[in-house]
């Protein structure tokens, strides 16, 4: 039971002022006396919700039992200044708490001042769970639709960004720019001698070192494209500690051009591995067309989790070392260098949870065994990569307020 029934509320606008009728009913089990019980309003920026002001106290003009009810006359002068004002109207008990703070109801008032007349736009009677629950809810549509218009509306900046990159990468060096070719080539040439040709790891019935070959390749295209961008995250920010002060500047788009670029680095290496298809089973399966969709899932937990960890990196400057950790236990983790029937049956079922897991899998079923990947698996991708990406860039957002204050 609240501890004020607010039975009438009539507001009526005087001039600067704004004239508060309220009949208050006594909902607690103890007598409101006029030392101990009193109403009060505080003043609240319209745009920012900031406090400005209190106003006077109205105590109470006789003792009100349990059950009684008591009427209020407020007057209620507004600030000189023009412009949109909030008023919290509500209890205040002996030891000058505000009710309202306690989770208690309150008189929520929204007005206008111009040119020293008050006009009243709205009024309720509220808590502050529900004004919180309002303001979530209210969020709600950008959360959906600003990470989507991040990256239609700078998709130029974007494409020239993520190109500087890949260049400036290797510029100075006898490769330039095919270092973007040679660098996954090495690597998984690396782990194919190591688990192929020295520890001989084969998939399913196809006991050759180019069957190995193919669906070792076949992993590393989602994670080719998931821990390079991964691994830079955590410094982003830093090295580009110059655009955070411009305010013009969106800083959500560098995770993206990273993304970007890893997207291009995977696309250089499936060429390379279609190639090989070729070369090694002469055709390439029908089931590739269903390519698009474990691309698109890819890229948005992949874009979510680098606006998470590229804002968290401002503040943790140990995250990269972590994460160059991490990244190695999550390669290990999953079943790229070996099948994962190897895997214990209830190791399977915790690690079967991991995005890369599913992601790998589909790979192989569309490039190696020409069927479409797993529906249900598929659709828990799709759910788990979009909340990383409405919720990696919303962490972002309310990181980067402070951005310009730690660096």
């Known amino acids: 039971m609240t501890f004020a029934d607010y039975e009438k509320v009539d507001l009526r606008a005087v001039g600067s002022s704004l004239r508060v009728l309220l009949l208050l009913r006594n909902n607690s089990s103890s007598l409101w006396k006029p030392a101990t019980f009193s109403l009060g309003w505080q003043f609240f920026d319209a745009k920012?919700?900031?406090?400005?002001?209190?106003?006077?106290?109205?105590?109470?003009?006789?003792?009100?039992?349990?059950?009684?009810?008591?009427?209020?006359?407020?007057?209620?002068?507004?600030?000189?200044?023009?412009?949109?004002?909030?008023?919290?109207?509500?209890?205040?008990?002996?030891?000058?708490?505000?009710?309202?703070?306690?989770?208690?109801?309150?008189?929520?008032?929204?007005?206008?001042?111009?040119?020293?007349?008050v006009r009243v736009i709205r009024h309720d009677i509220t808590t502050v769970g529900r004004l919180r629950w309002r303001r979530f809810w209210s969020k709600i549509p950008?959360?959906?639709?600003?990470?989507?218009?991040?990256?239609?509306?700078?998709?130029?900046?974007?494409?020239?960004?993520?190109?500087?990159?890949?260049?400036?990468?290797?510029?100075?060096?006898?490769?330039?720019?095919?270092?973007?070719?040679?660098?996954?080539?090495?690597?998984m040439a690396t782990y194919f001698f190591v688990f192929g040709v020295v520890l001989r790891t084969r998939f399913g019935a196809d006991r050759s070192s180019t069957g190995f070959a193919l669906y070792f390749l076949a992993g590393m295209l989602p994670w080719l494209a998931f821990a390079e961008p991964l691994g830079r995250a955590p410094h982003v920010i830093l090295e580009h500690r110059n655009f955070v002060k411009?305010?013009?500047?969106?800083?959500?788009?560098?995770?993206?051009?990273?993304?970007?670029?890893?997207?291009?680095?995977?696309?250089?290496?499936?060429?390379?591995f279609i190639a090989a298809l070729v070369v090694i089973r002469r055709t390439i399966p029908v089931s590739v067309l269903w390519l698009p969709v474990l691309l698109v899932p890819q890229l948005l937990f992949t874009l979510g989790a680098c606006w998470f960890l590229s804002s968290l990196g401002v503040?943790?400057?140990?995250?990269?070392?972590?994460?160059?950790?991490?990244?190695?236990?999550?390669?290990?983790?999953?079943?790229?260098?070996?099948?994962?029937?190897?895997?214990?049956?209830?190791?399977?079922t915790i690690l079967g949870k991991n995005p890369l897991f599913v992601l790998v899998r589909g790979y192989r079923a569309i490039f190696l065994e020409d069927h479409p990947p797993e529906a249900l698996p598929?659709?828990?991708?799709?759910?788990?990569?979009?909340?990383?990406?409405?919720?990696?860039?919303?962490?972002?957002?309310?990181?980067?307020?402070?951005?310009?204050d730690i660096i």
């Open 48 to 117: 920012t919700n900031v406090f400005i002001s209190e106003g006077e106290r109205v105590p109470v003009c006789n003792n009100v039992g349990p059950g009684e009810t008591v009427a209020f006359d407020l007057s209620v002068s507004f600030p000189p200044e023009g412009g949109g004002y909030i008023i919290y109207i509500s209890p205040i008990t002996q030891k000058g708490e505000w009710t309202y703070v306690t989770g208690e109801p309150f008189v929520r008032i929204t007005a206008d001042v111009s040119e020293g007349e």
């Open 142 to 187: 950008a959360l959906l639709s600003q990470p989507f218009r991040t990256i239609t509306q700078n998709r130029r900046l974007i494409r020239s960004m993520a190109r500087r990159d890949i260049l400036a990468r290797y510029r100075g060096s006898f490769g330039d720019v095919f270092w973007t070719i040679l660098n996954p080539l090495l690597l």
């Open 246 to 272: 411009k305010l013009i500047f969106p800083l959500d788009t560098l995770p993206v051009n990273q993304v970007v670029a890893g997207l291009i680095s995977e696309l250089f290496a499936a060429l390379v």
């Open 315 to 348: 503040f943790v400057r140990d995250l990269g070392q972590i994460m160059g950790f991490l990244l190695t236990l999550w390669f290990f983790l999953t079943p790229i260098c070996y099948p994962e029937t190897s895997l214990p049956a209830n190791a399977l």
């Open 378 to 404: 598929l659709l828990k991708l799709w759910a788990v990569a979009l909340a990383i990406f409405l919720l990696g860039h919303a962490w972002f957002t309310k990181l980067r307020k402070n951005f310009a």
